[in-house]
């Protein structure tokens, strides 16, 4: 490591240094961090759930802050901080009692993230979270690092979307820059007139526009990366959506040897040149035969969800493990697997029919703790794993079904 890379021991906040370093934390605890310590992460979903469960395996104490009283996460951390990601006292208690914290979801403010930097370990780091939560800052990003997008434009007025339009072409996708997700904040517009009312309906907020590309499929990569740059890469997913949620995740992807070693080689790349320090997912398109990077997730994945049962070492342990110091652990595929995401559309008529998923003893069943199904609500997965990709993925589709 060179002298410019070294970590900020005395625990102050230096913003030159920080963004030079392009994500690495200011301050670093003693490495590696052991069973025993405490744990902490700001947001309380499922993902948060799954990270907690998989650090109090491994011997760790966990503190979550979220605002949300019945948060999944805290149901099940040793502490749960009922509090606002931007609360001083809060930041300031998690960080005292936290020997090093991590995100759940790429919207926690990069300031809360600077903020816990001087007083303890953070993974990721804010310059990372920061670029990865504004697509318009992670589409400029891609294109200065060279890394193939679809066509895009940044809209900051109305009038850009004249250029902007020109550039992509229709139908193009309308999108908010942040606060995005699963869909939400995003519109088809097939005209200039349609994208300006997609416009106002947004606000006037910041959007990218982004034109349409003749997809051949979707996949994605889930990686861990350690402080000392090592870099470890889970088996490439072949993901379906609906209506902007992943649907199935199916592993390994039915892609060419060619195309599943680009799209590890990408994300490993894009891995790097962030300087990222932890588990991060990278969404591409492949389209004609090549890789279009679609967006980054600085956080484990839905589409990761399958390393649960199918991998030696599942994305929450190696969550853990990066965020410690840890070495990182084998990302071995044990079996081929297909994940299936269970919304809450499910429990409109009656509820779902578990008798019919647990009478098949292949099928992994994983509920978040969510108090209140909604209508494209994540409520939980299922994998199920079979030596036969294509049976795992026949026995998925008929419980997706009748479920």
Known sequence: MSNEAQPNLTGTYDSKRASARSGSESFRAALPILPGATLGIL??????????????????KVMVLDPDFSSPAGQMADVHLQADYTDHGALRQL?????????????????????????????PGAQCVAIAQDRSHEKSWLATNGFAT????????????????ADTGFPALLKVARFGYDGKGQARVD????????FREFGGQPCVLEGFVKLECEVSVVLARSDAGECVLFPVAENRHEAGI???????????????????????????????VGVMAVEFFVVGGRLLVNEIAPRPHNSGHYTLDACVTDQFEQQVR????????????MSPVVMVNILGDRWTGGGPNWDALLAHPNVKLHLYGKESARPGRKMGHFNVLDTDLPAALALAERMREVL
Not at 95 to 123: D, K, M, Q, W, Y
Not at 150 to 165: C, I, K, R, T, W
């Open 43 to 60: 947001g309380g979903g499922q993902l948060g759930r799954m990270f907690t469960i998989a650090a109090r395996t491994m011997g760790y």
């Open 191 to 198: 005209s200039l007139d349609e994208a300006r009312a997609a």
């Open 150 to 165: 679809a066509p895009f434009a940044l809209v900051y007025n109305e009038g850009d979307l004249d250029q902007g339009s």
């Open 246 to 276: 992943l649907d199935v995740s199916i592993v390994p992807a039915r892609v060419s040897d060619t195309i599943a070693t680009q799209a590890r080689d990408m994300a490993r790349d894009i891995a790097d040149k962030l300087g990222y």
């Open 322 to 333: 990066a965020l410690a110091g840890l070495p990182l652990g084998d990302t071995r595929l």
């Open 95 to 123: 960080g005292a009692a936290c020997a090093a914290v991590t995100t759940e979801f790429e919207n926690v403010p990069a300031a809360s993230l600077i903020e816990l930097a001087s007083h303890t370990r953070v993974s």
